[in-house]
């Protein structure tokens, strides 16, 4: 439930208060600032509250956004005011200061009470969400010849079309912006009317997207058509649940995360679809499912890394980063650059068609081709931004990448160990350490020698992570330890040589990867990195490594893929309930909500 206190009278004909009503707002009138002090003290403090001045005029869609939005503690409107139960305090403090003001001198206006408790609430330094509204009409008219053109400002614009146009992200893709979103957003439209939430929706898509897995598993030519065709639909539900959320403004902290996750799930899921596949054709692929895995995560973990490290530094501008502004005016650069990085609509349309008219194996040969070079196109235009801009790294963006590199108690205990003052080579000694590794497993495959070089790198990686990470070019230091423990398990799977490792390294990669993608998700909903006894338990990325080592070095082959079957289920489980319990709770406990709007996925 939700109060709006409306302060002044009531305008005869307005449709203020059915628009707020229709709102969820259970609506109370205020005669002043003093009644409307009164009021909110009998609002009970789990509720949001909105105080909305009477005269009011304006599109329900611009009342909506600015008044119900979850994702923001505050919010405001000309004209209005709202605040969660976070934010409820500052609300008390602002409209009491306001009161005390309009009592204790006459030359105090009190005629718009919203508008100056916002005064207020920014003079206090409450962050206030102000939506852009657009070609809504949201004002306070103060005589009747305003009010007048502003109802017929009202009149001339349809803010269900603009709901329909706001549904869609602001951001996108080539193929999601030109044909996917032109007809998803009815869909989503649909959807709302019908009561449906986003989370439905997205688990719609989820479970259409495994049954694609299931169609391509068969390894019939008319399963792979179907699994192609069932894939683009599930990207089609994909796109209607984030537009269904902007289109009725049911966000929600369980929603991002179900979303952020299947997204994930779902296109690694068709990946293990297509290599079963290919399989009962007698193509073992395993090997390029796995190798486009690690290449799509760590592509992700770059977008990541590189993000946290820059989005609050101070000083952040460069040359490049101004050509890349200068190319955006251009407008065919921009859905060229955009195609280019490869992002989800463009990469999941080409897998369709790849694999309803080729082979798994030309469809994986064709997807790490395209994703190789968009990394490579991303990366280095990311490298340059950072060497020729100087940015200030915030302890904030430090803490983030930390956090984000996966550091576990072996390198924590080395790092404090290390002699001597912290030394500004994090990178070259991550890099070097990642390098050996996987080469070593490349040149001698499961044996000692690669185990010594998984030692040598886990001292690399103390050495990289003893000192803050705010050097230029220190947010590359989480995706070369993804790089670095992905590739190891997938090059001494290989080198195994034995029927079922691969998969087994395959599941083992996928659970590691979703709890590197769950603390992405953590860290942007302000809510910190999963604990540290879950980092310790399962091994940080060089116990991890080193083990994995250890095993390949130990065991048999066939005993070396049990090894990485049980392990994987281990870090699964460990991972996914803590997980699940510390979403459902950030869910029940009412987290602020989280929604993605930015780089396309």
Same mark, same amino acid.
């Given at each position: 439930?939700?109060?709006?206190?409306?302060?002044?009278?009531?305008?005869?004909?307005?449709?203020?208060?059915?628009?707020?009503?229709?709102?969820?707002?259970?609506?109370?009138?205020?005669?002043?600032?003093?009644?409307?002090?009164?009021?909110?003290?009998?609002?009970?403090?789990?509720?949001?509250?909105?105080?909305?001045?009477?005269? /009011?005029?304006?599109?329900?869609?611009?009342?909506?956004?600015?008044?119900?939005?979850?994702?923001?503690? +505050?919010?405001?409107?000309?004209?209005?005011?709202?605040? &969660?139960?976070?934010?409820?305090?500052?609300?008390?403090?602002?409209?009491?200061?306001?009161?005390?003001?309009?009592?204790?001198?006459?030359?105090?206006?009190?005629?718009?009470?919203?508008? @100056?408790?916002?005064?207020?609430?920014?003079?206090?330094?409450?962050?206030?969400?102000?939506?852009?509204?657009? %070609?809504?009409?949201?004002?306070?008219?103060?005589?009747?010849?305003?009010?007048?053109?502003?109802?017929?400002?009202? *009149?001339?614009?349809?803010?269900?079309?603009?709901?329909?146009?706001?549904?869609?992200?602001?951001?996108?893709?080539?193929?999601?912006?030109?044909?996917?979103?032109?007809?998803?957003?009815?869909?989503?439209?649909?959807?709302?009317?019908?009561?449906?939430?986003?989370?439905?929706?997205?688990?719609?898509?989820?479970? %259409?997207?495994?049954?694609?897995?299931?169609?391509?598993?068969?390894?019939?030519?008319?399963?792979?058509?179907?699994?192609?065709?069932?894939?683009? !639909?599930?990207?089609?539900?994909?796109?209607?649940?984030?537009?269904?959320?902007?289109?009725?403004?049911?966000?929600?902290?369980?929603? *991002?995360?179900?979303?952020?996750? !299947?997204? @994930?799930?779902?296109?690694?899921?068709?990946?293990?679809?297509?290599?079963?596949?290919?399989?009962?054709?007698?193509?073992?692929?395993?090997?390029?499912?796995?190798?486009?895995?690690?290449?799509?995560?760590?592509?992700?973990?770059?977008? /990541?890394?590189?993000?946290?490290?820059?989005?609050?530094?101070?000083?952040?501008?460069?040359? %490049?980063?101004?050509?890349?502004?200068?190319?955006?005016?251009?407008?065919?650069?921009?859905?060229? @650059?955009?195609?280019?990085?490869?992002?989800?609509?463009?990469?999941?349309?080409?897998?369709?068609?790849?694999?309803?008219?080729?082979?798994?194996?030309?469809?994986?040969?064709?997807?790490?081709?395209?994703?190789? !070079?968009?990394?490579?196109?991303?990366?280095?235009? &990311?490298?340059?931004?950072?060497?020729?801009?100087?940015?200030?790294?915030?302890?904030?963006?430090?803490?983030?990448?930390?956090?984000?590199?996966?550091?576990?108690?072996?390198?924590?205990? #080395?790092?404090?160990?290390?002699?001597?003052?912290?030394?500004?080579?994090?990178?070259?000694?991550?890099? !070097?350490?990642?390098?050996?590794?996987?080469?070593?497993?490349?040149?001698?495959?499961?044996?000692?020698?690669?185990?010594?070089?998984?030692? #040598?790198?886990?001292?690399?990686?103390?050495?990289?992570?003893?000192?803050?990470?705010?050097?230029?070019?220190?947010?590359?230091?989480?995706?070369?330890?993804? +790089?670095?423990?992905?590739?190891?398990?997938?090059?001494?799977?290989?080198? *195994?040589?034995?029927?079922?490792?691969?998969?087994?390294?395959?599941?083992?990669?996928?659970?590691?990867?979703?709890?590197?993608?769950?603390?992405?998700?953590?860290?942007?909903?302000?809510?910190?990195?999963?604990?540290?006894?879950?980092?310790?338990?399962?091994?940080?990325?060089?116990?991890?490594? #080193? #083990?994995?080592?250890?095993?390949?070095?130990?065991?048999?082959?066939?005993? /070396?893929?049990?090894?990485?079957?049980?392990?994987?289920?281990?870090?699964?489980?460990?991972?996914?309930?803590?997980?699940?319990?510390?979403?459902?709770?950030?869910?029940?406990?009412?987290?602020?909500?989280?929604?993605?709007?930015?780089?396309?996925?």
């Amino acid at each position: 439930m939700s109060t709006a206190i409306l302060t002044g009278q009531p305008v005869p004909g307005s449709s203020l208060e059915g628009d707020l009503r229709s709102l969820g707002f259970d609506v109370r009138v205020a005669s002043d600032a003093g009644d409307a002090e009164t009021l909110l003290a009998t609002v009970p403090a789990g509720q949001r509250v909105a105080i909305v001045d009477a005269r /009011f005029v304006g599109h329900v869609h611009a009342l909506r956004l600015g008044l119900t939005d979850p994702r923001f503690d +505050a919010a405001a409107l000309p004209g209005a005011v709202t605040v &969660r139960p976070a934010a409820r305090q500052a609300l008390t403090r602002a409209l009491a200061r306001e009161n005390s003001d309009a009592s204790g001198s006459t030359a105090v206006a009190v005629d718009n009470v919203a508008d @100056r408790v916002v005064a207020a609430l920014d003079a206090d330094g409450v962050a206030l969400h102000r939506p852009d509204l657009g %070609t809504l009409v949201a004002v306070v008219p103060t005589d009747p010849q305003t009010r007048n053109e502003a109802r017929q400002a009202v *009149a001339g614009i349809d803010d269900e079309v603009v709901r329909l146009r706001t549904a869609v992200k602001s951001r996108d893709g080539f193929f999601t912006t030109h044909f996917i979103s032109p007809y998803s957003r009815y869909l989503a439209r649909w959807c709302a009317r019908r009561g449906l939430t986003p989370n439905q929706v997205t688990t719609a898509s989820l479970i %259409t997207a495994l049954i694609a897995a299931g169609c391509a598993a068969t390894g019939t030519r008319g399963g792979f058509v179907a699994a192609g065709l069932l894939l683009i !639909f599930s990207f089609v539900l994909d796109c209607t649940d984030g537009q269904l959320a902007r289109y009725s403004l049911q966000y929600s902290t369980l929603g *991002a995360w179900l979303d952020a996750t !299947f997204d @994930r799930a779902k296109e690694y899921a068709y990946y293990a679809g297509l290599a079963l596949g290919a399989a009962r054709g007698g193509d073992d692929v395993w090997a390029l499912a796995l190798g486009a895995m690690v290449l799509q995560t760590c592509r992700h973990v770059v977008d /990541f890394s590189f993000n946290e490290a820059n989005h609050d530094a101070t000083a952040n501008t460069s040359p %490049t980063a101004a050509l890349s502004d200068k190319l955006d005016s251009v407008g065919w650069t921009v859905w060229v @650059r955009r195609m280019i990085v490869l992002p989800i609509g463009e990469r999941w349309a080409m897998i369709a068609v790849l694999t309803a008219v080729t082979t798994p194996r030309i469809t994986f040969y064709a997807l790490l081709i395209g994703c190789a !070079f968009a990394a490579t196109y991303t990366t280095a235009g &990311r490298v340059l931004r950072s060497l020729t801009r100087k940015a200030q790294r915030t302890d904030r963006a430090a803490q983030a990448l930390a956090d984000l590199a996966d550091t576990g108690p072996l390198a924590e205990a #080395l790092a404090r160990l290390l002699p001597g003052p912290p030394r500004k080579t994090a990178l070259l000694s991550a890099a !070097f350490g990642a390098a050996a590794v996987v080469t070593g497993a490349w040149l001698w495959g499961p044996s000692w020698q690669v185990v010594a070089m998984a030692a #040598l790198y886990v001292g690399l990686s103390a050495e990289a992570v003893e000192r803050s990470l705010k050097g230029a070019l220190d947010w590359l230091i989480p995706p070369v330890f993804r +790089a670095a423990e992905y590739g190891t398990v997938l090059v001494l799977a290989v080198k *195994a040589d034995v029927n079922g490792a691969l998969p087994a390294a395959f599941g083992l990669v996928a659970a590691v990867a979703y709890h590197h993608y769950d603390t992405v998700y953590r860290i942007r909903g302000d809510a910190g990195a999963p604990p540290r006894w879950l980092v310790r338990v399962i091994g940080g990325h060089e116990g991890r490594t #080193l #083990l994995v080592t250890v095993l390949a070095a130990l065991l048999a082959p066939t005993d /070396f893929k049990v090894a990485l079957t049980v392990l994987a289920v281990a870090v699964a489980l460990v991972v996914l309930l803590e997980s699940i319990r510390f979403w459902v709770t950030a869910h029940k406990t009412g987290a602020p909500a989280v929604h993605d709007e930015g780089e396309p996925a």
